[in-house]
T-cell receptor, first 113, second 113 residues
Framework: DAGVTQSPTHLIKTRGQQVTLRCSPK?????VSWYQQALGQGPQFIFQ???????QRGNFPDRFSGHQFPNYSSELNVNALLLGDSALYLC????????????FGPGTRLTVL | DQQVKQNSPSLSVQEGRISILNCDYT??????FLWYKKYPAEGPTFLIS?????DKNEDGRFTVFLNKSAKHLSLHIVPSQPGDSAVYFC????????????FGKGTHLIIQP
């Protein structure tokens, strides 16, 4: 049973560019959340998708947007990249019997130069 | 303003002894608390959780204690093992473990042989 998978593993972009990160949830899960983890910090909640709709959102600007597909996979898009967007982006999924537990993927390391 | 605080960036404990990791929170609306463990290059892994209607939850070597009046929780690991060396994150939510989580900055636990 595959866990949460994310792609790509690493990414390097320059300021002003746009980036798309991808996430496939654990089998049987229908809810996907995205988190940003800056160096030396804990993960910060960006938003959560359920039934292809944004259900919750943290304190992030509109440059951060997302999408959930009918197969429950999800994308995180960041426009007009800033140096401060450099971080590890984590995807977490939940659903099914263990609905109170979020399973995290290994993350995508984004570097903005 | 940090709503979940882990004031010890690191903690060193001898193998076989008890490890106690502490966490404080400021938001009274939090009603569900979780501990996650993270190894380098991996996503956080769920360890144990506790609802605000309880004051203790135990799972094998791991016990979480919640003191609502003090807005404080702690994770006890007994006995500590070398594989417990990792970064431990305390997290909180307002609507169960599936909601967007607010994380602390983490405590790096080092188990000494």
């Amino acid at each position: 049973d595959a866990g949460v998978t994310q792609s790509p593993t690493h990414l390097i972009k320059t300021r002003g560019q746009q980036v798309t990160l991808r996430c496939s949830p654990k089998s049987g899960h229908d809810t996907v959340s995205w988190y940003q983890q800056a160096l030396g910090q804990g993960p910060q909640f960006i938003f959560q998708y359920y039934e292809e709709e944004e259900r919750q959102r943290g304190n992030f600007p509109d440059r951060f947007s997302g999408h959930q597909f009918p197969n429950y996979s999800s994308e995180l898009n960041v426009n007009a990249l800033l140096l401060g967007d450099s971080a590890l982006y984590l995807c977490a999924s939940t659903g099914g019997a263990l609905y109170n537990e979020q399973f995290f993927g290994p993350g995508t390391r984004l570097t903005v130069l | 303003d940090q709503q979940v605080k882990q004031n010890s960036p690191s903690l060193s404990v001898q193998e076989g002894r008890i490890s106690i990791l502490n966490c404080d929170y400021t938001n009274s609306m939090f009603d569900y608390f979780l501990w996650y463990k993270k190894y380098p290059a991996e996503g956080p892994t769920f360890l144990i959780s506790i609802s605000s209607i309880k004051d203790k939850n135990e799972d094998g070597r791991f016990t979480v204690f919640l003191n609502k009046s003090a807005k404080h929780l702690s994770l006890h690991i007994v006995p500590s093992q070398p594989g417990d060396s990792a970064v431990y994150f305390c997290a909180a939510s307002k609507g169960g473990g599936a909601d967007g989580l607010t994380f602390g900055k983490g405590t790096h636990l080092i188990i000494q042989p």
